[in-house]
C-alpha cells in the first residue's frame, strides 16, 4: 500500500477540535473561490467584492453556497463519531453566519 494514502486518510481522521475548526475555516473560503470562478470569472476580485458591498442582499446569497462545504463535514464528521472535529467545524460555521448577517446589515 502506498503509504501517502494512508497519511492522507489517517489525518482527515483526527478527532481534535483545532483540526474541525482549521477544516471549518478553509472549507468556506474554498468554496468562495469556486464560486467566484463559477459565477463572476470574467470581474476582477475587486469588482466582485465591489458587487458584494454595493448589493447587499448577496451576501446571503453568496454566503449560503460557500456554508454547504461546512454542513457537508460537520454531516461527515457527525457520522463518523469524530465529535470533538465536528465540534470545531461547527463552532466556526457559526461564526460565518454570524459574520454574514452582520454584513448583511451593516454595509
Known sequence: MNPVSI???TMLKKDNFKFGALLGFVAPILS???YYYAKFRLFSVKDF???IASNTNQVTAISVPCLVLNIALFTYYVNTRL???AKGIFAVTLLYAIAALVLKFVL
Open 32 to 34: 468562495l473561490v469556486i
Open 7 to 9: 497519511t492522507n486518510t
Open 49 to 51: 467584492l465591489g458587487f
Open 83 to 85: 465529535d470533538k472535529t
